[in-house]
């Protein structure tokens, strides 16, 4: 009977490389195994290649980084927004999370090597617009967008760094120092301790967005509609809102309440994306 023989690795070129399957092997290994684990060399045994011929393709991580990034946001559908302001900064906002969330390794690149993919610049005039119709000047709505992305990023990095620390050790620290508190110091911790790590992992970004969003923008005392270059359908603005001394408590205890609470890894994440590695 015939036996079976291993196959050899037949001598000759390597597979023939392209810009499109460095970044298709780059991005699986990003969506797998995270940021920490992309190398050129790690990249290079993904394809069959040495790593010097990636080099033919691609710059440097940087670039290669960056076109993964473009990638990516290529394959997203660009949804229609409301008109109103508000609302308009709203669902940019928690559509910025979302993506984010579905992609954190993104957030690493972003924050770590001041990279970024150009495409993706569209929400971020979406949010700066909004601002701006609303009354802001454009110095004050690149604070407001500025603002949603410090809750965006912290947010983010926190549930995903939580997340990969419960996974390699299970039950958090945080979660037994908290379970170990008693009335007698800490009345208010302990009478939810034994819920705190479920509700550190409640989703709860989009009613913090919602909140941030009216503390940045003030009540309006009178409104026209108008119609705006890009949004066909009348906007709600006039006059610039007169700034107010004071915080509306409803408002700010909404605020508090979502931000307060340190947020911990979410019950569904995906940890399919992390960003930039230099080798």
Known sequence: MPTDVPRRR??????RLSVEAIIDAATRILQDEGLEKL???????????????LYHHIRDKDELLVRVMESQVRT??????????????????VLLYDLLAERPWIVEVLTSDNLIGPSALWIVEEMLDAAIDYG????????VY?????????????RVTSARRRVR???????????????ATHPRVAAIANRWAELNARESHRQALAAIVDGLLPSRRSATPHYTASHTAPVATTK??????SVDPSQLELFISLCIPPYGPPTELSVSW??????
Do not use: C, F, K
Not at 169 to 183: K, R, S
């Open 169 to 183: 050790a299970g039950i958090a620290h945080q979660d037994q120092v908290v379970a170990q508190l008693t009335t």
């Open 76 to 93: 997203i559908a660009r949804p229609d927004l409301p008109a109103e302001p508000r609302e308009r900064l709203i669902a940019a906002s």
């Open 146 to 158: 500025r603002t949603i992305w410090y809750y965006i990023v912290g947010n983010l990095i926190i």
């Open 10 to 15: 037949g001598v000759g070129r390597p597979p």
């Open 136 to 143: 802001h000047s454009p110095d004050e709505a690149h604070h």
């Open 274 to 279: 992390h960003p930039i590695m230099r080798t």
């Open 39 to 53: 190398s050129m060399r790690r990249l290079a045994n993904e394809l069959g290649s040495a790593p010097m011929a």
């Open 240 to 245: 610039r809102p007169e700034r107010q001394g």
